[in-house]
């Protein structure tokens, strides 16, 4: 952001002027910089290289855009007493209390962030997101998150609730069935004091500040929620 002002002389009077502002960030690449191919069957090294730098750049503020897209969620999926950025900020506030590091918060308040997109395969669509940064059992509970959790509701709707037997046998299915019952289903009240958004900033930065997909922060931890 900035201010541009400009102040005529006596002699330049009332008139009409054109003003030609160029703004650059002095970032590298620069933001006019484009590869040279309409075809990427075309490109050449320069151009891939370019290209993984303005990757490496957008990725940076993977953090930011997480934050923004969590308050989209606030005007989603009506009929719930609390929006669904409410319902994020108490599961995630329910995890924080619990003593949960900083994998399981931060999950605990990206869980729900495919409902706005993937309103019919959320769970996927959030593990997709968190799967480059935190350990795989955190990743594979948000993905079976809404199987889960369907126990609680299925029956209702002439549904099978019953449909998580199938991971009986898995090592982290009671994992998922405890995120689920101690941070998830129970996170509908009105009348839970939520932490605000802004307090999870440093959490989100931590997470997706990391290297994508390195096994120091995706290899498997202990089975459990709470440290």
Do not use: K
């Amino acid at each position: 952001t900035g201010v541009f002002t400009w102040t005529p002389t006596e002699d330049q009077g009332p008139n009409s002027y054109s003003v030609a502002v160029r703004v650059s960030d002095g970032g590298s690449p620069a933001l006019t910089d484009t590869v040279s191919f309409t075809a990427m069957a075309d490109g050449t090294a320069a151009d891939y290289a370019l290209l993984d730098r303005f990757e490496r750049q957008h990725a940076a503020g993977l953090g930011d855009r997480i934050m923004n897209t969590l308050t989209r969620l606030d005007d989603s999926l009506g009929g719930y007493r609390i929006t669904r950025l409410e319902h994020s900020l108490q599961s995630a506030t329910r995890a924080r209390a619990d003593g949960a590091d900083v994998d399981w918060v931060v999950a605990a308040l990206v869980h729900d962030i495919g409902d706005e997109l993937a309103p019919f395969n959320h769970s996927e669509y959030a593990a997709a997101i968190v799967r480059p940064y935190v350990r795989e059992e955190v990743t594979w509970v948000i993905e079976q998150h809404g199987v889960f959790q369907s126990w609680y509701f299925a029956h209702h709707l002439g549904g099978d609730r019953n449909r998580r037997d199938v991971f009986a046998d898995h090592p982290w299915a009671p994992l998922c069935a405890e995120f689920c019952a101690r941070w998830d289903q129970n996170s509908f009240d009105p009348a839970y004091r939520n932490d605000p958004l802004e307090s999870f900033a440093d959490d989100v930065s931590d997470v997706f500040t990391r290297p994508p997909y390195d096994a120091r922060f995706t290899d498997a931890g202990p089975a459990r929620l709470m440290s």
